[in-house]
């Protein structure tokens, strides 16, 4: 189509993948899908390659590329597999926009390959930042790559921040809803269950960012992530809880003013942003109707009962390898809890384990912070051998 914007879509087959093609599908001839890739949703990605006829499909899984190539055979839809075929997507050629969806560390070295392109990135999963923040970043001034942010959070603030003198924030606040568990006590935490922390009380995501916002770790990462894209301090950053889950995030300026980020809790509105920025486009959704809601609150926000964002925040102070290690020991974490292996208070204790047993480097490369990542799910798979 020509004068569309064109797009490669990494993780098209989870949540934030699937939301990001309903907005493509709800603004017909604006886009166009050049490359998909998935881990190995045969169907999905079948249905999705039919319906948008990229010119290339990434699967992970090479059985499931075959079933895949098998289904899309002469449609002139190429179908690759491998690790290597979902960097090619990252990096296409024709690609305008890379949307970087892609869950946990999985999707670091995509999104490496996406800036080194120049690519303007819609960056939708924590990790890449969190993990490798000061390399992404470094990265993009040299290639001129623009990093374009999904999460609601980091895309209320984008928006706070437009126009603004940088030098007069005073502080960023992300706000968070305090996930399944945010009114049970305490002590109650351990029984809880891994279906109870999957169904979040006003999100729809998946498993991991599900379990990682009842853990309140998603607030960690989250306060990372902004370090890097917004170029703060750590004590410039804060969180308060907000039910409602309408006010996204908040800036606050030197002079006492605030600015504030409002809109329904749909991901398909930041991802529509991200997008068609710099241009703001219609919507069928109505915005909040703040008179309906009646109310919006902000409550503290209890560290001490949520010790994962005191992890994030140990971690992003240490830096160098550090944040690898805190994002490796969460991703096992939680998928012990989702397997009923572990209870859920366990997760916070086997990252902090974790952290202590790392001996510190400076992070310096990719390639040292992906073997920080491997070194922590090496020690935790042996921590976890009888």
């Given at each position: 189509m020509a004068g569309s914007t064109r797009i490669a879509l990494l993780g098209a087959t989870g949540s934030i993948g699937r939301q990001t093609l309903d907005v493509i599908e709800a603004l017909p001839g604006l886009f166009q899908v050049v490359a998909l890739s998935c881990e190995r949703s045969v169907e999905t990605v079948i249905s999705q390659a039919k319906r948008h006829r990229p010119q290339l499909v990434a699967v992970s899984d090479p059985a499931a590329a075959n079933a895949v190539a098998s289904?899309?055979?002469?449609?002139?839809?190429?179908?690759?597999?491998?690790?290597?075929?979902?960097?090619?997507?990252?990096?296409?050629?024709?690609a305008d926009i890379v949307v970087a969806a892609i869950a946990g560390v999985a999707?670091?070295?995509?999104?490496?390959?996406?800036?080194r392109a120049g690519k303007r990135v819609a960056l939708a999963n924590k990790e890449p930042l969190v993990v490798a923040g000061h390399l992404i970043v470094a990265e993009a001034e040299r290639s001129g790559a623009h990093l374009m942010p999904v999460d609601s959070e980091h895309s209320a603030i984008f928006q706070s921040l437009l126009g603004q003198d940088r030098e007069a924030v005073l502080r960023v606040i992300l706000t968070a809803s305090g996930g399944a568990f945010r009114d049970v006590p305490e002590d109650e935490l351990d029984r809880v269950t891994p279906a109870q922390a999957l169904a979040h009380p006003t999100w729809k995501m998946g498993p991991k960012v599900t379990v990682d916002s009842a853990t309140?770790?998603?607030?960690?990462?989250?306060?990372?992530?902004?370090?890097?894209?917004?170029g703060l301090e750590q004590h410039q950053l804060d969180i308060v809880l907000h039910r409602e889950s309408i006010v996204h995030s908040l800036v606050q300026f030197v002079d006492g003013s605030v600015i504030a980020h409002m809109a329904q809790p749909d991901m398909r509105i930041p991802i529509q942003y991200a997008l068609t920025f710099p241009r703001r486009l219609a919507r069928v959704e109505p915005p909040?109707?703040?008179?309906?809601?009646?109310?919006?609150?902000?409550?503290?926000?209890?560290?001490?009962?949520?010790?994962?964002?005191?992890?994030?925040?140990?971690?992003?102070?240490?830096?160098?390898?550090?944040?690898a290690v805190l994002a490796a020991a969460d991703e096992v974490a939680v998928a012990r809890?989702?397997?009923g292996r572990i209870p859920f208070a366990r997760i916070a204790k086997l990252i902090e384990e974790a952290l202590a047993a790392h001996r510190p480097a400076p992070g310096d490369s990719l390639e040292a912070l992906l073997e920080a990542d491997r070194d922590t799910r090496r020690h935790l798979e042996e921590q976890s051998t009888p």
């Open positions: 289904a899309l055979a002469g449609t002139g839809i190429t179908v690759e597999s491998g690790s290597d075929a979902v960097i090619e997507c990252a990096r296409h050629p024709d999707g670091l070295r995509p999104v490496w390959e996406a800036v309140l770790m998603n607030k960690g990462l989250e306060l990372i992530e902004a370090r890097w894209l917004f909040p109707d703040l008179a309906a809601l009646g109310a919006l609150r902000f409550e503290p926000f209890d560290q001490e009962r949520w010790p994962c964002v005191r992890l994030a925040r140990e971690a992003m102070a240490r830096g160098g390898t550090a944040p809890f989702v397997a």
